[in-house]
């Protein structure tokens, strides 16, 4: 059984470095902070994590 199916949500942390599993409580609790990304379509998913366009301009320097 996936964790998914268990309850557990993806979530991302504010400085989208890092992405775990978390069970309900625990992300409650522990990591209100952190963006529920479970049910996010690939396309939100990579705009969320990608520079703005803006920024893109400054790390190809």
Same mark, same amino acid.
């Given at each position: *059984?996936?964790? +998914?199916? #268990? @309850? !557990? +949500? !993806?979530?991302?942390?504010?400085?989208?470095? #890092? @992405?775990? $599993? /978390?069970?309900?409580?625990? !992300?409650?609790? *522990?990591h209100?902070? $952190?963006?529920?990304?479970? &049910?996010w379509?690939? &396309? +939100? /998913?990579?705009?969320? /994590? *990608?520079?703005?366009? #803006?920024? #893109?301009? /400054? !790390?190809?320097?």
């Open positions: *059984m996936h964790l +998914k199916d #268990q @309850g !557990f +949500k !993806f979530c991302i942390s504010p400085d989208k470095r #890092q @992405g775990q $599993w /978390l069970h309900p409580i625990v !992300f409650k609790v *522990m209100p902070d $952190w963006t529920d990304v479970t &049910e379509p690939t &396309e +939100k /998913l990579v705009a969320y /994590l *990608m520079p703005e366009p #803006q920024q #893109q301009v /400054l !790390f190809a320097a």
